[in-house]
């Protein structure tokens, strides 16, 4: 059973990575079933028996990335005070999310550039969106925020923030390290936007 679970499990990540690759070359609608098989070197029955179509393999995948995606931001630091942000606590909180999404960057790159229906890039944003907006409405000092309008305000612009940031950090990755990136988040919360990138423009 062992042995059949870990066929199934080698399959499946055969075909993620052949959707990855026909994704690099070719837009989604062209893509076949028998192109997708080919690149995952197995045949048509088999990839019917985990998937209707290529298009709940791309719904699924896309869940799957998602959900990864998910597990792994803990916005805690969004209450950290000024004098408390560069605590290793609320470093290592957003270091993580950094260390996993380096770890995927071809990946979710790739699925930041293709044309879906829905962007991924945008749904990224959502769930640290969402997962701002949770932390501060359940933050014991921050009931205020339950009822504030500005919440939602401050939970998207930060979500647009870390996330462009992000981009931005994969587009540069060869001359900005993830040190730089932290910094960058750091000093934006410490001192806000404008001030950070003065001080680094200036010559």
Known sequence: MAQTDLRVVKTLKQIDRALLECLADTPFEKITVEQLCRAALINRSTFYKYY??????????????????????DVAFVNASPSHIHDVVYQKNFENVLRFLYKHQKEYTLLWSIPLEESVFSRMI?????????????????????????????????????????????????????????????????QGTFRTFRELMQP
């Open 52 to 73: 209707t179509s290529k298009y709940d393999l791309m719904e699924r995948y896309l869940q799957r990335a998602l959900d990864g995606f998910r597990r792994q931001v």
């Open 126 to 190: 959502d769930i640290v969106h969402d997962a701002i907006l949770e932390t501060l409405c359940s933050h014991p000092q921050e009931v205020r925020f339950q009822v504030s309008p500005y919440a939602d305000l401050y939970a998207r612009l930060f979500a647009s923030d870390m996330m462009t940031l992000v981009r931005w950090w994969m587009k540069y990755k060869d001359t900005v390290t993830a040190r730089d990136v932290q910094d960058l988040m750091r000093n934006n919360m410490k």
